[in-house]
């Protein structure tokens, strides 16, 4: 079984800038999750979808983050403008509904801001 | 309001001793509870998970954990430490499955 797809794996901008991520979850896993991890951090929730839908964006910088699954499946996180306190690395997770709450990682995209 | 503390941010063991990383958590109400280990450049693998099942639980790689309500606490265990165990493990906490909080990692080296 494939895992959680990520892309890119790095990526280096100025502050200022936009970027965005790319996931693409496991096949048929309903819940996808967003997370941001500081260096020396634990990873912190942005933003968890249940299919299409917006479950908890609580922590979310909405001012300059911003978060899609249009069709259920992918997701796409964007920042802009991004600051410099926003180098991190940037998780998805994705797992099935119920009361298990697994949550399978994919392997981060590493966010540089200068 | 949820978190978890882990009480030490490196352990250090000799390869073939025990291994104890320290997690305690706060929930109002009752939580799941989860260990993820994180390996250099790899992503985050769930090691083992309670839900108001059985309180010791039992995980991957000989790891297990028991849930003490009355310490609040949800420490991770294994026998005998092996090379291949060195990694950043966390702690995690839910009790609605729509926020997740992690621990800010116990770091484990393990000696030859």
């Known amino acids: 079984e494939a895992g959680v797809a990520q892309s890119p794996r790095y990526k280096i901008i100025e502050k200022r800038q936009s970027v965005a991520f790319w996931c693409n979850p496991i096949?048929?896993?309903?819940?996808l999750y967003w997370y941001q991890q500081i260096l020396g951090q634990g990873p912190k929730l942005l933003i968890q979808?249940?299919?299409?839908?917006?479950?908890?964006d609580s922590q979310l910088p909405k001012d300059r983050f911003s978060a899609e699954r249009l069709k259920g499946v992918d997701s796409t996180l964007k920042i802009q403008p991004a600051k410099l306190e926003d180098s991190a690395v940037y998780l998805c997770a994705s797992g099935l509904t119920g009361s298990s709450y697994e949550q399978y990682f994919g392997p981060g995209t590493r966010l540089t801001v200068t | 309001a949820q978190s978890v503390t882990q009480l030490d941010s490196h352990v250090s063991v000799s390869e073939g001793t025990p291994v104890l990383l320290r997690c305690n958590y706060s929930?109002?109400?009752?939580?799941?509870l989860f260990w993820y280990v994180q390996h250099p450049n790899k992503g985050l693998q769930l090691l083992l998970k309670?839900?108001?099942?059985?309180?010791l639980v039992k995980g991957i790689n000989g790891f297990e954990a028991e849930f003490k309500k009355s310490e609040t606490s949800f420490h991770l265990t294994k026998p005998s430490a092996h090379m291949s165990d060195a990694a950043e493990y966390f702690c995690?906490?839910?009790?609605?499955?729509?926020?997740?909080?992690f621990g800010t990692g116990t770091s484990l080296t393990v000696i030859p």
């Open positions: 096949s048929g896993h309903a819940t």
């Open positions: 979808f249940q299919n299409n839908g917006v479950v908890d």
């Open positions: 995690v906490v839910t009790n609605t499955g729509n926020q997740f909080y």
């Open positions: 929930s109002s109400y009752s939580p799941s």
């Open positions: 309670y839900t108001s099942a059985a309180t």
